[in-house]
Protein backbone atom coordinates (compact mmCIF):
# COMPACT_ATOMS: atom_id res chain seq x y z
CA UNK A 1 0.00 0.00 0.00
CA UNK A 2 1.32 3.58 -0.96
CA UNK A 3 0.50 6.06 1.55
CA UNK A 4 0.99 9.81 0.65
CA UNK A 5 0.69 13.09 2.70
CA UNK A 6 1.97 16.20 2.05
CA UNK A 7 2.19 19.93 4.17
CA UNK A 8 3.27 23.19 3.68
CA UNK A 9 7.13 25.14 4.75
CA UNK A 10 6.84 29.04 5.46
CA UNK A 11 9.55 30.26 4.62
CA UNK A 12 11.05 33.77 3.38
CA UNK A 13 12.54 34.19 0.32
CA UNK A 14 15.23 36.73 -0.50
CA UNK A 15 15.03 38.30 -3.76
CA UNK A 16 16.36 42.25 -5.35
CA UNK A 17 13.00 42.83 -3.95
CA UNK A 18 13.36 42.48 -0.32
CA UNK A 19 12.00 40.02 2.05
CA UNK A 20 9.11 37.88 0.32
CA UNK A 21 7.21 35.42 1.92
CA UNK A 22 7.53 31.79 0.76
CA UNK A 23 5.48 28.62 0.88
CA UNK A 24 6.82 25.25 -0.57
CA UNK A 25 4.70 22.05 0.00
CA UNK A 26 6.51 18.77 0.49
CA UNK A 27 5.64 15.86 -0.24
CA UNK A 28 6.29 11.77 0.75
CA UNK A 29 5.05 8.79 -0.22
CA UNK A 30 5.60 5.61 1.92
CA UNK A 31 6.23 2.28 0.01
CA UNK A 32 6.86 -0.81 -0.02
CA UNK A 33 10.44 -1.19 1.08
CA UNK A 34 13.49 -1.62 3.30
CA UNK A 35 14.04 1.28 5.01
CA UNK A 36 15.53 3.97 3.28
CA UNK A 37 15.16 7.58 2.64
CA UNK A 38 14.78 8.80 -1.15
CA UNK A 39 15.05 12.69 -1.96
CA UNK A 40 13.45 14.01 -5.27
CA UNK A 41 16.92 16.13 -6.35
CA UNK A 42 15.35 16.06 -10.31
CA UNK A 43 15.10 19.72 -9.42
CA UNK A 44 16.47 20.50 -6.26
CA UNK A 45 19.50 20.17 -4.08
CA UNK A 46 19.41 19.30 -0.23
CA UNK A 47 22.46 20.34 1.79
CA UNK A 48 24.65 18.08 4.10
CA UNK A 49 23.04 19.68 7.06
CA UNK A 50 19.86 18.99 5.42
CA UNK A 51 20.24 15.37 4.47
CA UNK A 52 22.00 14.96 8.26
CA UNK A 53 18.79 16.15 9.76
CA UNK A 54 16.72 13.91 7.92
CA UNK A 55 18.85 11.39 9.04
CA UNK A 56 18.57 12.11 12.76
CA UNK A 57 15.11 11.99 12.60
CA UNK A 58 15.06 9.00 10.84
CA UNK A 59 17.23 7.24 14.07
CA UNK A 60 14.72 8.79 16.01
CA UNK A 61 11.53 7.79 14.71
CA UNK A 62 12.72 4.12 14.48
CA UNK A 63 12.78 3.67 18.21
CA UNK A 64 8.95 3.91 18.34
CA UNK A 65 7.96 2.96 14.78
CA UNK A 66 10.31 0.44 13.89
CA UNK A 67 8.29 -2.09 12.85
CA UNK A 68 6.74 0.39 10.20
CA UNK A 69 10.17 1.32 9.17
CA UNK A 70 11.93 -1.86 8.47
CA UNK A 71 8.93 -2.53 5.52
CA UNK A 72 8.80 1.09 3.78
CA UNK A 73 10.81 3.67 1.64
CA UNK A 74 10.13 7.10 1.85
CA UNK A 75 10.53 9.43 -0.91
CA UNK A 76 10.71 13.12 -0.39
CA UNK A 77 10.26 15.66 -2.93
CA UNK A 78 9.42 19.61 -2.91
CA UNK A 79 7.34 22.04 -5.22
CA UNK A 80 10.31 24.26 -6.04
CA UNK A 81 12.56 24.59 -8.83
CA UNK A 82 16.86 25.25 -8.48
CA UNK A 83 16.67 25.69 -4.69
CA UNK A 84 19.43 24.55 -2.73
CA UNK A 85 17.43 23.39 0.82
CA UNK A 86 19.74 24.09 3.89
CA UNK A 87 19.20 24.31 7.84
CA UNK A 88 17.08 21.95 9.99
CA UNK A 89 13.94 24.36 10.68
CA UNK A 90 12.35 21.87 8.87
CA UNK A 91 13.01 19.13 11.04
CA UNK A 92 9.78 18.75 13.05
CA UNK A 93 7.38 18.61 9.62
CA UNK A 94 9.36 16.41 8.28
CA UNK A 95 9.53 14.38 11.24
CA UNK A 96 5.68 14.61 11.32
CA UNK A 97 5.33 13.28 8.01
CA UNK A 98 7.42 10.14 8.29
CA UNK A 99 4.74 9.07 10.72
CA UNK A 100 1.98 10.13 8.65
CA UNK A 101 3.92 8.31 5.99
CA UNK A 102 4.28 5.18 8.05
CA UNK A 103 1.44 4.66 9.97
CA UNK A 104 -0.67 5.58 7.44
CA UNK A 105 -2.36 8.04 9.64
CA UNK A 106 -3.66 11.57 8.13
CA UNK A 107 -2.01 14.55 9.46
CA UNK A 108 -4.65 17.01 10.72
CA UNK A 109 -5.61 19.70 8.39
CA UNK A 110 -4.65 23.28 8.72
CA UNK A 111 -1.92 22.22 11.31
CA UNK A 112 1.37 23.25 10.50
CA UNK A 113 5.04 23.49 12.28
CA UNK A 114 8.33 24.39 11.90
CA UNK A 115 11.64 23.46 15.04
CA UNK A 116 15.16 22.18 14.89
CA UNK A 117 16.05 18.98 15.95
CA UNK A 118 20.03 18.49 16.21
CA UNK A 119 20.36 15.23 17.54
CA UNK A 120 18.26 11.82 17.46
CA UNK A 121 16.46 12.39 20.88
CA UNK A 122 13.22 13.95 19.80
CA UNK A 123 13.80 17.52 21.43
CA UNK A 124 12.97 20.26 19.79
CA UNK A 125 15.49 23.10 20.04
CA UNK A 126 14.62 26.87 20.77
CA UNK A 127 15.67 28.26 17.56
CA UNK A 128 15.51 31.78 16.59
CA UNK A 129 13.04 33.82 17.79
CA UNK A 130 13.44 36.73 14.29
CA UNK A 131 13.19 33.27 12.46
CA UNK A 132 10.28 31.66 13.54
CA UNK A 133 8.55 34.99 13.96
CA UNK A 134 9.79 35.97 9.97
CA UNK A 135 7.88 31.74 9.39
CA UNK A 136 5.11 33.34 11.29
CA UNK A 137 4.65 36.24 9.00
CA UNK A 138 4.82 34.09 6.07
CA UNK A 139 2.26 32.06 6.77
CA UNK A 140 -0.29 35.03 8.17
CA UNK A 141 0.28 35.98 4.53
CA UNK A 142 -1.22 32.62 2.75
CA UNK A 143 -3.94 32.07 5.71
CA UNK A 144 -7.44 32.88 3.50
CA UNK A 145 -5.68 32.52 0.11
CA UNK A 146 -6.80 29.39 -2.30
CA UNK A 147 -4.05 27.22 -0.87
CA UNK A 148 -5.42 27.57 2.88
CA UNK A 149 -8.26 27.93 5.34
CA UNK A 150 -9.04 31.39 7.41
CA UNK A 151 -7.36 29.70 10.30
CA UNK A 152 -4.85 27.51 10.73
CA UNK A 153 -2.67 25.71 14.11
CA UNK A 154 1.07 26.35 14.05
CA UNK A 155 3.68 24.28 15.89
CA UNK A 156 6.47 26.51 17.14
CA UNK A 157 9.36 25.66 19.44
CA UNK A 158 8.95 26.30 23.43
CA UNK A 159 10.44 29.47 24.60
CA UNK A 160 9.59 31.94 27.02
CA UNK A 161 9.62 34.56 24.12
CA UNK A 162 6.80 36.53 23.63
CA UNK A 163 5.27 36.06 20.26
CA UNK A 164 2.24 37.91 19.00
CA UNK A 165 -0.47 35.89 18.58
CA UNK A 166 -3.25 36.86 15.66
CA UNK A 167 -6.59 35.84 14.92
CA UNK A 168 -5.33 34.01 11.97
CA UNK A 169 -2.96 31.77 13.19
CA UNK A 170 -3.28 29.56 16.73
CA UNK A 171 0.20 29.48 18.19
CA UNK A 172 1.57 26.52 20.12
CA UNK A 173 4.55 26.10 21.49
CA UNK A 174 5.95 22.34 21.80
CA UNK A 175 9.12 20.60 23.64
CA UNK A 176 9.44 17.70 21.54
CA UNK A 177 8.18 15.72 18.38
CA UNK A 178 5.84 13.60 20.58
CA UNK A 179 4.17 16.33 22.18
CA UNK A 180 3.39 17.50 18.25
CA UNK A 181 2.15 14.71 17.30
CA UNK A 182 -0.64 15.35 19.97
CA UNK A 183 -1.85 18.14 17.66
CA UNK A 184 -1.50 16.91 14.07
CA UNK A 185 -1.16 12.89 14.31
CA UNK A 186 -3.87 12.34 17.76
CA UNK A 187 -3.62 8.40 16.95
CA UNK A 188 0.07 8.42 17.05
CA UNK A 189 0.84 10.46 19.82
CA UNK A 190 -2.05 8.05 22.30
CA UNK A 191 -0.14 4.41 20.89
CA UNK A 192 3.21 6.21 22.33
CA UNK A 193 2.33 8.26 25.20
CA UNK A 194 3.58 6.14 27.84
CA UNK A 195 6.92 6.26 26.30
CA UNK A 196 7.42 10.24 26.66
CA UNK A 197 8.02 9.40 30.16
CA UNK A 198 11.18 7.69 28.37
CA UNK A 199 11.90 10.48 26.68
CA UNK A 200 12.25 12.52 29.30
CA UNK A 201 14.18 10.46 31.59
CA UNK A 202 17.56 12.03 32.63
CA UNK A 203 19.34 8.25 31.99
CA UNK A 204 18.00 8.65 28.08
CA UNK A 205 19.78 12.11 26.78
CA UNK A 206 22.55 12.31 25.09
CA UNK A 207 24.61 13.75 27.81
CA UNK A 208 28.42 12.24 29.14
CA UNK A 209 27.22 9.15 31.44
CA UNK A 210 29.27 10.29 34.74
CA UNK A 211 27.20 13.12 34.66
CA UNK A 212 24.43 11.19 36.42
CA UNK A 213 25.76 10.49 39.69
CA UNK A 214 26.22 14.46 40.06
CA UNK A 215 22.50 15.56 39.08
CA UNK A 216 21.42 13.05 41.23
CA UNK A 217 21.86 15.32 44.17
CA UNK A 218 20.42 18.01 42.87
CA UNK A 219 16.45 18.29 42.43
CA UNK A 220 16.54 21.02 40.13
CA UNK A 221 19.27 21.99 37.92
CA UNK A 222 20.76 23.75 34.61
CA UNK A 223 23.45 20.69 32.68
CA UNK A 224 25.40 22.11 30.38
CA UNK A 225 27.40 19.69 27.95
CA UNK A 226 27.76 18.03 24.72
CA UNK A 227 28.49 15.24 23.27
CA UNK A 228 32.13 13.90 24.67
CA UNK A 229 31.96 10.88 26.19
CA UNK A 230 34.89 10.39 27.86
CA UNK A 231 33.88 12.85 30.71
CA UNK A 232 36.59 13.35 33.63
CA UNK A 233 33.47 13.24 36.92
CA UNK A 234 36.76 15.52 38.47
CA UNK A 235 36.17 17.95 35.93
CA UNK A 236 32.15 18.48 36.52
CA UNK A 237 31.69 21.73 38.10
CA UNK A 238 29.14 23.36 40.00
CA UNK A 239 28.75 27.25 38.58
CA UNK A 240 25.83 28.42 39.89
CA UNK A 241 27.76 30.97 42.32
CA UNK A 242 28.57 32.96 39.46
CA UNK A 243 25.26 33.37 38.56
CA UNK A 244 22.53 35.59 41.05
CA UNK A 245 20.23 32.65 40.18
CA UNK A 246 18.26 29.92 42.69
CA UNK A 247 19.27 27.23 40.73
CA UNK A 248 22.11 24.88 40.18
CA UNK A 249 23.98 25.17 37.29
CA UNK A 250 26.06 21.66 36.46
CA UNK A 251 28.65 22.27 33.13
CA UNK A 252 30.74 19.17 32.49
CA UNK A 253 34.39 20.03 30.71
CA UNK A 254 33.25 21.18 27.18
CA UNK A 255 35.77 19.09 24.59
CA UNK A 256 35.04 19.67 21.26
CA UNK A 257 34.79 23.14 20.70
CA UNK A 258 33.40 23.33 17.34
CA UNK A 259 30.81 20.95 18.56
CA UNK A 260 27.25 21.95 19.49
CA UNK A 261 26.61 22.41 23.52
CA UNK A 262 23.35 21.54 24.86
CA UNK A 263 21.46 22.92 28.03
CA UNK A 264 19.11 20.56 29.87
CA UNK A 265 16.41 21.70 32.24
CA UNK A 266 16.54 18.39 35.19
CA UNK A 267 13.85 18.84 37.57
CA UNK A 268 14.14 15.78 39.84
CA UNK A 269 15.60 13.60 37.85
CA UNK A 270 13.45 14.28 34.95
CA UNK A 271 13.94 16.50 31.77
CA UNK A 272 11.42 19.25 31.46
CA UNK A 273 13.43 20.62 28.13
CA UNK A 274 16.51 20.81 26.45
CA UNK A 275 17.96 23.94 23.94
CA UNK A 276 20.91 23.71 21.83
CA UNK A 277 23.74 26.67 21.24
CA UNK A 278 26.43 26.64 18.82
CA UNK A 279 29.04 27.99 21.81
CA UNK A 280 29.47 28.11 25.26
CA UNK A 281 29.98 32.02 25.36
CA UNK A 282 26.12 32.14 23.89
CA UNK A 283 25.10 29.75 26.71
CA UNK A 284 26.52 31.82 29.20
CA UNK A 285 25.41 34.79 27.96
CA UNK A 286 21.99 33.32 27.68
CA UNK A 287 21.86 31.48 31.18
CA UNK A 288 20.22 34.29 32.99
CA UNK A 289 17.16 34.36 30.10
CA UNK A 290 17.42 30.73 30.21
CA UNK A 291 16.74 30.60 34.14
CA UNK A 292 13.58 32.74 33.53
CA UNK A 293 12.09 30.23 31.59
CA UNK A 294 12.84 27.78 34.00
CA UNK A 295 11.22 29.11 36.62
CA UNK A 296 8.31 30.07 34.41
CA UNK A 297 8.09 26.21 33.33
CA UNK A 298 4.97 24.79 34.22
Known amino acids: MICREETFLFTVAHSIYGNMPSLKKIKVEGKEGKGRII ?14 CIRILWNFISVFFNYYISKKDLYFSINSTNTLFEGCS ?16 KLQKNVFSTGCTYEPDGWISRGNPEAIESKIKAAEY ?15 PYSNYNYQQTEKIKLIKVKNILEAMKY ?21 QLIPHKLLNKILKYKRCLVIAN ?39 VKENEVLFKHTYSSLNVIYAKIPYISKIYFNFE
Open 142 to 156: FVGSDRMSDKIVFLI
Open 39 to 52: LDVTSNSFSLDWQR
Open 227 to 265: KARNINADKIIDISNNFKQNITILQANIKAKDDLISIYM
Open 184 to 204: ILPNAYRENKCKIKKLTSIKN
Open 90 to 105: ASLPLSLLMVSALTGE
